[in-house]
């Protein structure tokens, strides 16, 4: 079993910032590429950024220069510091992990969703 744990969201005023935290745990062999996602009432799920194991970053262009993607492959976490954050901003980020586990005596790779926090930005 593998699982991924959301947390760091909240209630922020626009201007401030927030860093939200991506945990995985289980029989985990590596994890490849993670990406936080958001999705907003009556909105589709859309990528906000992305990094891969070798620290290659995509960011959306609504979000390039005000937010950072890292990860701490060591402890198989993977972090978004959002700064200047905008009212339009608020949403359930999610984030997703592309990796391999272990299955028995095999190993598999599959995608993985946590359960997503709320980041609310007050105007």
């Known amino acids: 079993q593998v699982h991924l744990v959301e947390s760091g969201g909240g209630l922020v005023q626009a201007g401030g910032s927030l860093r939200l935290s991506c945990a995985a745990s289980g029989s985990i062999f590596n994890i490849n590429a993670i990406g936080w996602y958001r999705q907003a009432p009556g909105e589709q799920r859309e990528l906000v950024a992305r990094?891969?194991?070798?620290?290659?970053?995509t960011y959306a262009d609504s979000v390039k220069g005000r937010f950072t993607i890292s990860r701490d492959n060591a402890k198989y976490t993977a972090y978004l510091q959002m700064d200047s954050l905008k009212p339009e901003d608020t949403a359930v980020y999610y984030c997703?992990?592309?990796?391999?586990?272990?299955?028995?005596?095999?190993?598999?790779?599959?995608?993985?969703w946590g359960q997503g926090t709320q980041v609310t930005v007050a105007s």
């Open positions: 997703s992990a592309d990796l391999t586990y272990y299955r028995g005596s095999w190993t598999n790779t599959d995608d993985f």
């Open positions: 990094i891969t194991r070798g620290g290659s970053t």
